[in-house]
């Protein structure tokens, strides 16, 4: 983990992610370290609180927090109480100086957006909200287990974009079991109504470890055919170009100036700090986990409880970093892949066939995926890990 070395210089973190874990429902589909906070278990928003700002400002001790983007996921939020939000925010300015932060993102359920709260995350310099919508279609809410109405989506736009918030990402999910492409379109009719700036839109993945992944092999449904989610994911890419959104990541569409630039620092592998149970931290090619454990994340203070702690090796790095860039449209600079794959470096010639398949092709002096190997990104990138 993190270490004070006498006579070395602290890293400089660029971005810095906040993990908020609580929720009221678990989501079939998600992977994300979330619990549910109820009554039952007492008030363990306000010691998570606590337990937050002491992290925070012990990673600030031990490096150069210049962050120039904020986000902060979950779990949910903006469940967390609109008083604790007001001290968690007057502790990150006591840490991190404000002119700094370019984008300062925080996701919410549709539920859960109240105008006195996005007062309070305005007054604190958030700047970009990401709802998670999904989908419009109460069945498919239902299969994923999804826990919003859909006219909570644009009940929320309205809010957020009346507290003076004008940066907003929706997230949509395709290739729900149930869904066919006239659903889909149907979903894509009421998001881009919304005229969102930003737009991630995911073909469901059965994650290990998760209540869809188990009905699934309970057969409890089908799962949709690769097929058509194929076709799914064309609609998308389609009918989000025709509407002013530039697709810059396999997933994520923009309009202009609008791109994520907080993903941006985790898909070019710059430095990041991760503080609350379950978030990630990268520097300089070390990477670790927070324990994905409220309870053991409250019992030990300042330094919370590692787990997955990995140094890369040089070539490992090289790899994931080649990986990260080609899921970006914008590709790989050539100067990149000279000074980083020498030609007897198996991985260079694992381009060049792929070149020579149409799955990747040059643009300018960038090496990127065509549209053909975007519908088979995971697999053509996982060749060059």
């Not at 909570?152 to 290739?175: E, T, Y």
């Not at 978030?279 to 324990?291: F, P, T, V």
């Not at 702690?309 to 050539?334: F, I, K, N, Q």
């Not at 090496?367 to 996982?382: E, Y």
Request: hydrophobic share 40%; net charge negative.
């Amino acid at each position: 983990m993190l270490q004070d070395t006498p006579g070395r210089a602290r890293p400089t973190i660029h971005a810095l992610y906040l993990h908020i874990p609580f929720c009221f429902h678990k989501c079939h589909y998600c992977d994300f370290y979330s619990i549910v906070d109820d009554s039952a278990s007492g008030d363990r928003q306000e010691v998570f609180t606590d337990r937050l700002i002491a992290e925070l400002r012990h990673r600030a001790g031990q490096v150069e927090l210049q962050p120039v983007t904020i986000f902060v996921g979950g779990g949910t939020p903006t469940l967390l109480r609109t008083a604790l939000w007001s001290r968690l925010l007057e502790t990150l300015w006591g840490v991190v100086d404000r002119r700094t932060v370019v984008e300062f993102t925080v996701e919410a359920n549709p539920e859960t957006v109240t105008p006195e709260l996005m007062d309070v995350l305005v007054q604190g310099g958030v700047n970009r909200v990401s709802l998670g919508a999904q989908s419009f279609q109460p069945a498919l809410l239902k299969t994923l287990e999804r826990w919003h109405e859909p006219a909570s989506v644009g009940r929320a736009v309205g809010v957020v974009r009346g507290a003076g918030i004008a940066n907003i990402n929706l997230d949509l999910i395709f290739a729900i079991p149930g869904e066919t492409t006239a659903l889909l379109n149907t979903d894509l009719d009421a998001l881009l109504a919304m005229s969102p700036d930003h737009v991630s839109c995911y073909g469901l993945t059965y994650e290990p470890n998760t209540a869809m992944t188990q009905r699934l092999k309970m057969r409890q449904f089908e799962p949709i055919a690769e097929e058509v989610e194929r076709d799914m994911y064309a609609v998308v890419m389609d009918r989000l170009a025709a509407a002013g959104f530039e697709q810059y990541e396999v997933s994520n569409f923009a309009r202009k100036n609008r791109r994520c630039q907080h993903n941006l620092a985790y898909w070019t592998n710059r430095n990041w700090i991760g503080v609350g149970p379950g978030a990630a931290s990268h520097i300089d090619g070390h990477r670790w986990k927070n324990q994905p454990h409220l309870g053991r994340y409250l019992a030990m203070a300042p330094e919370p409880p590692i787990v997955d702690e990995e140094h890369l090796p040089e070539a490992r790095r090289t790899g994931e970093e080649l990986m990260l860039r080609l899921r970006l449209r914008d590709g790989v600079e050539r100067a990149w892949l000279t000074a980083r794959l020498p030609e007897s470096d198996p991985r260079a010639a694992r381009l060049r066939e792929l070149t020579e398949m149409g799955m990747l092709e040059w643009s300018g002096d960038r090496l990127r995926l065509t549209r053909a190997g975007i519908f088979v990104a995971d697999s053509v990138i996982a060749e060059l890990l």
